[in-house]
């Protein structure tokens, strides 16, 4: 079940060692990881990093495809069709010379499912997980689970011995502002070994010699030096200079530029993720708007009038250079679900959006503050911007915040934002990741991205039974009906699916991967 991409290496590697000569490989990106605890934050360039130095039990190749990391086969239960069953891979070890073992799994999964996890979602429907001697591994569900081994290609194991000597058994509060040995340090039984970390400045990894895939994958880059650069700037002058050798976020005004440099290139694919704005409309009343006593956003004309107040073409040419797909839907094109119906982009139309704001009260319109990352997704700063513009045109008086992701992020978590930008990337390729996360009631063991304070009772309902729906034919119906609920009730403004353009040295060789995750140990070198 080797991936393509790792076949292909090993057979231009035929006869070589992967080890023969060090070579680093510099590596910048807009946003740092927030923190190394595995399961604090279910973040795109958090999982990145930690996939360099952890594993889940299976994975994502470059590609895109599941294939075996951690585990080397997985099938539901011949006899039982709620439990799945994972054969660990034997004699692997953790980067201090631990054994990993079923212990170490059944650590990890019960600690994923912890309050203060950011990855319970993915396991909503789990009941039990258990050991099945040494190397076997099972998931006990609340019915039938047919897509499990899609929910957990970022689900990371860590060492169980480990994290009880290190006080790193709970999983680290990130929302609430807490900081513990898991957040600074890691123990992975990955290709890559922390030798050094600097959050939002550098942090150095080295190979791990005793890597169980050494033999399967090239392993040709064996030192990384990671540098957030949040400048845009100031991160393409360090391409073009040489002071790093890998961008995962080209800007998009300077594509052309970096591609006509010598020595230089870009590489370009659609990404898994769509951006868009939350409001909350589940609220009596908002906080940060100069309405008294009651909650615009609450009424969905107002929301609609919205919808239709953003020109995502103009964001597409202006402030994107091109590189976007206006996006109708909360969902990319990757995900089952997904529909040319679906993502159908809103009309702009100025006049209709001020005749609906008007029809709900609000012909003078309204103030509102928009919070915003700066440091996360393609432009997201500048899309705010133009967004601002744009509502404007309908008398919605926004005030722009904008704050860097790790900022950004607690607002929505802790429910502290009336009207903020996410972007969703969905690591499953399947809809319940999207509604157990953005859709279900905000809860214990759903909701915890959903800053929209939106609750549906019977919608929630629907999104529980779907993790049990073993026919594929009504479960798709199921989620086609959870969908046109979801648009009806204009849940989010969707805004555009991100393209992402990789710049790098001509020495590097890669492949674009849809969760924009780079993962060193597929990579060759010239």
């Known amino acids: 079940m ?68 951690l585990a080397t086969e997985w099938a539901p239960s011949e006899e039982d069709q709620n439990v799945w069953f994972f054969k660990l891979r034997e004699g692997v070890t953790f980067h201090d010379g631990a054994a990993f073992d079923s212990e170490d799994v059944v650590f990890s999964f019960n600690r994923a499912m912890s309050p203060d996890s950011d990855y319970k979602e993915l396991l909503a429907s789990v009941k039990e997980v258990r050991a099945k001697g040494k190397y076997g591994f099972e998931i006990v569900t609340n019915g039938p689970n047919p897509i499990m081994p899609s929910n957990l290609t970022n689900l990371f194991v860590i060492d169980k011995d480990w994290a009880e000597a290190n006080n790193a058994v709970k999983v680290q509060d990130f929302e609430g502002g ?57 991160r393409v ?138 440091d996360r997704y393609i432009n997201d700063e500048a899309i705010c911007q133009a967004a601002v513009g744009m509502l404007a045109q309908i008398g919605i008086d926004v005030r722009l915040d904008a704050k860097p992701k790790a900022q950004h992020f607690p607002l929505i978590n802790n429910l502290e934002t009336d009207f903020y930008m996410l972007g969703w990337g969905v690591p499953t390729y399947d809809s319940e990741y999207i509604f157990n996360f953005l859709a279900h009631t905000k809860g214990e063991k759903y909701g915890s991205w959903n800053g929209t304070r939106y609750s549906n009772p019977d919608l929630d309902s629907q999104i529980v039974r779907l993790a049990s729906e073993t026919n594929l034919e009504e479960r798709n119906l199921m989620i086609a009906n959870i969908w046109s609920t979801v648009q009806d009730d204009v849940l989010y403004l969707p805004i555009h699916h991100q393209v992402l353009n990789w710049g790098m040295a001509n020495k590097v060789e890669t492949i674009v991967a849809p969760d924009d995750a780079a993962k060193f140990k597929y990579f060759t070198l010239n």
């Open 237 to 374: 002058a360090a391409l073009l200079s040489g002071e790093v050798d890998f961008i995962q976020d080209v800007p998009v005004q300077d594509l052309q530029r970096v591609a006509s440099t010598d020595g230089l290139k870009v590489i370009t694919a659609p990404q898994n993720r769509v951006i868009f704005f939350g409001m909350n409309q589940g609220d009596a009343d908002l906080t940060k708007d100069n309405v008294e006593g009651k909650n615009p956003f609450a009424d969905k004309r107002v929301r609609q009038a919205m919808n239709m107040a953003i020109n995502r073409d103009a964001i597409k040419q202006v402030v994107m250079r091109g590189q976007s797909i206006p996006a109708g839907v909360a969902m990319p094109p990757f995900v089952n679900g997904w529909t040319e119906t679906l993502d159908k982009v809103p009309a702009n139309d100025i006049a209709k959006a001020k005749a609906m704001m008007a029809e709900a009260g609000y012909a003078d319109g309204f103030s509102i503050q928009l919070d915003c990352p700066n």
């Open 2 to 69: 080797k991936s393509k991409t790792a076949l292909l290496a090993a057979v231009l590697l035929a006869g070589t060692s992967s080890f023969a000569t060090a070579e680093t490989l510099r590596w910048a990106r807009a946003g740092d990881s927030l923190t190394l605890d595995p399961h604090a934050q279910n973040e795109g360039p958090t999982s990145a990093l930690a996939h360099q130095i952890m594993e889940p039990l299976v994975m994502r190749d470059m590609t895109g495809q599941i294939v075996p990391a």
């Open 178 to 234: 807490e900081d513990t040995y898991a957040a600074r340090n890691a123990n992975g039984t990955g290709p890559y070994k922390l030798v050094s970390r600097e959050p939002d400045a550098k942090t150095v990894l080295t190979i791990n010699e005793n890597y169980w895939g050494k033999d399967e994958f090239p392993m040709e880059v064996t030192d990384i030096i990671y540098t957030p650069i949040q400048n845009a700037a100031t």
